[in-house]
């Protein structure tokens, strides 16, 4: 079974600048998430989709971050404007059951994003 | 703000050691799970436990959860250099829409020396 694919792996970006990262979950889960995970910390939910529909994006800086998830598969995340705290490790992960529960959260490899 | 507090921050052991990890929350919980992160990679779940059990063992890990004091130990048995990560709890709340949303704590880097 394949796992959960991201792209790209690193970005290093300028303060000001775009960013948009990419998630291919695992086939067939029905929720999605986006974590930000800043060096020396945990990951910090920002957006959980299930399927195609927001659950919870109460974490989410809505003013530069945005996300969708197009036909309930793959999702983008965008910055714009990237600002230097936003350097961290952007995290997707997905899980098979649309329902709160049990069920393991898979995550990818993560993108490493630098704003200078 | 961060639900879960591990302890200690970092450790340090030889190999063939056990290492004990701890993590307290601050509210009720449906089910803890436990995570391991390698550098410069994701996260993959090592076990959960449900708020009704007090501990759950896989391989060499032992897990224990205290509802009353709002804590969980992870211990890992025999360590390996290759248990050589960043380990982090997180907690499942109750939710009131569909959501599984986990709360993760701040990890503890656990090196083990060859």
């Known amino acids: 079974e394949a796992g959960v694919a991201q792209s790209p792996r690193y970005k290093i970006i300028e303060k000001r600048q775009s960013v948009a990262f990419w998630c291919n979950p695992i086939?067939?889960?029905?929720?999605l998430y986006w974590y930000q995970q800043i060096l020396g910390q945990g990951p910090k939910l920002l957006i959980q989709?299930?399927?195609?529909?927001?659950?919870?994006d109460s974490q989410l800086p809505k003013d530069r971050f945005s996300a969708e998830r197009l036909k309930g598969v793959d999702s983008t995340l965008k910055i714009q404007p990237a600002k230097l705290e936003d350097s961290a490790v952007y995290l997707c992960?997905?899980?098979?059951?649309?329902?709160?529960?049990?069920?393991?959260?898979?995550f990818g490899p993560g993108t490493r994003l630098t704003v200078l | 703000s961060q639900q879960g507090e591990e302890d200690p921050q970092a450790l340090s052991i030889q190999e063939g050691e056990n290492a004990t990890m701890n993590c307290s929350y601050k509210?009720?919980?449906?089910?803890l799970q436990w995570y391991r992160q390698n550098s410069g990679r994701g996260l993959v779940h090592l076990i959960l436990?449900?708020?009704?059990?007090r501990e759950k063992h896989s391989g060499r890990l032992r897990v224990t959860l205290d509802t009353s004091k709002k804590s969980s130990s992870l211990l890992i048995t025999a360590s390996r250099a290759a248990d050589t990560a960043s380990y982090f709890c997180?907690?499942?709340?109750?939710?009131?829409?569909?959501?599984?949303?986990?709360?993760f704590g701040g990890g503890t880097r656990l090196m083990v020396k060859p």
């Open positions: 992960a997905s899980s098979p059951r649309a329902k709160g529960g049990e069920d393991t959260q898979y």
């Open positions: 086939s067939g889960h029905a929720t």
């Open positions: 989709f299930q399927n195609n529909g927001v659950v919870d």
């Open positions: 509210t009720s919980i449906n089910n």
């Open positions: 436990i449900r708020s009704n059990e």
């Open positions: 997180a907690t499942l709340g109750f939710s009131n829409n569909a959501g599984n949303m986990l709360t």
